[in-house]
């Protein structure tokens, strides 16, 4: 497994952005497509976007398509989520994941390795 550290929550405005990082160990972070996830208070942990091995194909939850922009260096072995236009429905922990030879899915239980999360608040 892979071990994931996310960093860059806060809290914002909304009409603010934030951009998240997660960071991981290991010298095969090239093997895993990576994930974002949300949870807010008393709901599921939902999917936010999703990214393959190669950074060639994106995938983006409904709610946040054309908002969020999910990229990865993996040369730095961190993948980021870029996060514009924020509204207060996007207050939630952000957990990042990754899915050992996965091609970037949405669904939550794909994924083998889960962050510790980070706090994103959006005030109105």
């Known amino acids: 497994q892979v071990q994931l550290v996310e960093s860059g929550g806060g809290l914002v405005q909304a009409g603010g952005s934030l951009r998240l990082s997660c960071a991981a160990s290991?010298?095969?972070?090239?093997?895993?497509?990576m994930g974002w996830f949300r949870q807010a208070p008393g709901k599921e942990r939902e999917f936010v976007a999703a990214?393959?091995?190669?950074?060639?194909?994106?995938v983006y939850a409904d709610s946040v398509k054309g908002r969020f922009t999910i990229s990865r260096d993996n040369a730095k072995n961190t993948v980021y989520l870029q996060m514009n236009s924020l509204k207060p429905e996007d207050t939630a922990v952000y957990y990042c994941?990754?899915?050992?030879?996965?091609?970037?899915?949405?669904?939550?239980?794909?994924?083998?390795?889960w962050g510790q999360g980070t706090q994103v608040t959006v005030s109105s």
């Open positions: 994941a990754a899915d050992f030879l996965g091609g970037g899915s949405p669904t939550l239980r794909e994924y083998d390795s």
């Open positions: 290991g010298r095969t972070f090239k093997s895993y497509a």
């Open positions: 990214i393959s091995w190669s950074g060639s194909n994106t």
